[in-house]
């Protein structure tokens, strides 16, 4: 049977491979992330979400602040139906297109123009920028919860999110209320939630959908000076640049997604069932979170060899790939 499994595996990854080839980010070697830097403020009030979204290197950043949280179900609403439309879908992956051929004034621009505007279903953009959805992450982030809890003997107050591309992810993580106790009656926010991008077009969307927030009220801008004495809320930051740069928050770290469908792959495990995510991403990863961190990442697993236990794997829904698989690991 895992002879049957890995040879389905191959030929599966052969067709990822094939695909990301035609489709991947021209990047550098870290080219797929750029990790937050530490530049955001604390919290202000009760309730409260500070969103900074820095641009070249996290050098600059601009907060927002809200004064509530939101059920699961109106999150949903408000990422889904305000800040993330349905009409606004093909932008979105035009944007996530521009970005993939590198149509930023760099190199690729000139393969960018020529592949022109694409419907959203265009086939070109099989395996670039797609949604991961919101269930499934929810899913995901409730298991990888408990494996920290049992390993730490604490909640996780710290969300990393890698490739965070145009934030929706992101924000949704942080306006959603979560629940724990015994009745599942007590509000949970996260203290923090970072999202990393490399890509300049991607990031400057979040940062468009961060001013949408502002006109639906959702977020209120917040100046300096300004009073940081408040301590439940969830502070936000977005940050664009190489993952090379900004290791420190790796560190900080309690869960870390990874939307790795597509990320470059050694080898095929059989104990995991998975194909194995390249040293580049598995050594990196290791030498910056510290001991207990969970990883989640999607249809490739961190090489156990770099200081990681798998742990447990979730079949979740995504439309956009036929579904996928969460492989959740820690750090030791």
Request: glycine letters at 8%; hydrophobic letters at 35%.
């Amino acid at each position: 049977m895992k002879a049957i499994i890995f040879g389905l595996t191959v030929l599966y990854n052969l067709f990822l491979g094939a695909e990301a080839a035609l489709h991947h980010h021209t990047r550098s070697r870290f080219g797929f992330i750029g990790v937050a830097g530490n530049h955001c403020h604390s919290p202000t009030k009760e309730k409260t979400v500070h969103l900074c979204m820095s641009s070249e290197y996290c050098l600059q950043s601009i907060s927002f602040i809200t004064t509530k949280s939101w059920s699961p179900d109106n999150s949903r609403d408000i990422i889904l139906d305000k800040l993330y439309p349905p009409s606004e879908y093909n932008d979105r992956m035009n944007v996530g297109r521009d970005a993939q051929f590198g149509n930023q004034g760099g190199r690729g621009s000139v393969l960018a123009s020529s592949v022109g505007s694409m419907d959203a279903n265009d086939p070109r953009l099989s395996l670039t920028y797609h949604e991961f959805p919101l269930n499934s992450m929810d899913q995901l982030i409730s298991l990888a919860s408990l494996e920290f809890k049992l390993e730490n003997g604490r909640e996780p107050a710290v969300l990393v999110d890698l490739g965070s591309g145009c934030g929706r992810l992101v924000f949704y993580s942080a306006v959603r209320s979560r629940e724990r106790g015994e009745n599942n009656n007590e509000e949970w926010p996260w203290k923090e939630v970072h999202g990393v991008e490399i890509s300049s077009l991607l990031h400057s969307y979040a940062e468009k959908v961060a001013e949408r927030g502002v006109g639906f009220d959702y977020f209120q801008k917040a100046y300096d000076g300004e009073s940081m004495n408040g301590d439940s809320g969830t502070m936000i930051c977005l940050h664009q640049g190489p993952a090379n740069q900004y290791v420190h928050v790796f560190n900080k770290a309690d869960i870390i997604f990874c939307y790795s469908t597509v990320f470059s792959t050694d080898d095929f495990d059989q104990n995991i069932g998975a194909m194995i995510l390249s040293k580049e991403w598995s050594q990196m990863l290791s030498n910056a979170c510290k001991r207990g961190t969970v990883v989640i990442t999607t249809d490739r697993a961190l090489n156990p060899s770099d200081g990681w236990e798998f742990k447990q794997s979730l079949e979740v829904e995504n439309k956009s790939l036929m579904g996928s698989v969460g492989y959740i690991s820690v750090k030791i």
